[in-house]
């Protein structure tokens, strides 16, 4: 079954601490993975995708086959990361739709 | 604004009453896609449409729910006899599928509805 788990419903950081934010997925297959951001009062956006192996206001998040993992991470977080993120996987074939997890709320208080 | 379109932004009805909500994709999107999402839950999959063909569609869309889209531009979901568990937020989203190529899925605002 295709699944994605983000164990943590909540996440509270200082500022300039680092943050990782964990996701694992199920997919019986090659899954594309994303992460899409919520800020307070906008809608959800994208924040990366594997695919692109790009850094995103400071975040990464590298693909582990072998744990089946896409954890997203930050070296110093800032208050303005503060939201709400979804792991996200779809299926290799363009516009396939997307699975999301139930998210997890990041916090970053001075 | 660009973007992925929602109307309304917020709907209350009665137990049993019809609602509609209507998607405006981007421009130029050949994939529109409706969600729902509950409180402390990441969007659910409803259903999907490529052009005008509906593709898939998630066990969570009841007989109660249809969605279309006539002429593969904007679409519309209607909810009948609506039960105080579909009180949810109904989330638009519309990307451009091409063959080999990764999907970048983009999301309205979503269509809060509470059913009383």
């Known amino acids: 079954a295709q699944r994605v788990t983000q164990p943590e419903k909540l996440l509270s950081v200082f500022k300039g601490a680092p943050v990782e934010l964990k996701c694992n997925y199920s997919?019986?297959?090659?899954?594309?993975l994303f992460w899409y951001v919520q800020y307070s009062r906008q809608r959800l956006q994208l924040l990366l995708r594997?695919?692109s192996r790009e850094s995103i206001k400071g975040f990464t998040a590298d693909l582990n086959k072998g744990e089946t993992s896409f954890h997203l991470k930050k070296p110093f977080a800032q208050e303005e990361d503060s939201a709400m993120y979804y792991c996200?996987?779809?299926?290799?074939?363009?516009?396939?739709?997307?699975?999301f997890g139930k998210g997890t709320t990041l916090s970053v208080s001075s | 604004d660009t973007g992925v379109s929602q109307n309304p932004r917020h709907k209350i009805t009665k137990r049993g009453q019809n609602v509609t909500f209507r998607c405006d994709p981007i421009?130029?999107?050949?994939?529109l896609y409706w969600y729902r999402q509950t409180l402390g839950q990441g969007p659910e999959f409803l259903t999907y449409?490529?052009?005008?063909?509906?593709?898939?569609k998630s066990r969570l869309l009841s007989d109660r729910f249809s969605a279309e889209r006539p002429k593969g531009s904007f679409s519309t979901l209607e909810i009948q006899r609506t039960e105080q568990g579909d009180s949810a937020m109904y989330l638009c989203?519309?990307?451009?599928?091409?063959?080999?190529?990764?999907?970048?899925?983009?999301f309205g605002e979503g269509s809060w509805l509470t059913v009383v």
């Open positions: 989203a519309s990307s451009l599928a091409r063959t080999g190529s990764g999907n970048t899925i983009y």
């Open positions: 997919y019986s297959g090659s899954p594309e």
């Open positions: 594997h695919i």
């Open positions: 996200a996987l779809s299926g290799h074939q363009a516009g396939t739709a997307l699975i």
């Open positions: 421009s130029e999107h050949n994939r």
């Open positions: 449409f490529q052009n005008e063909a509906q593709l898939e």
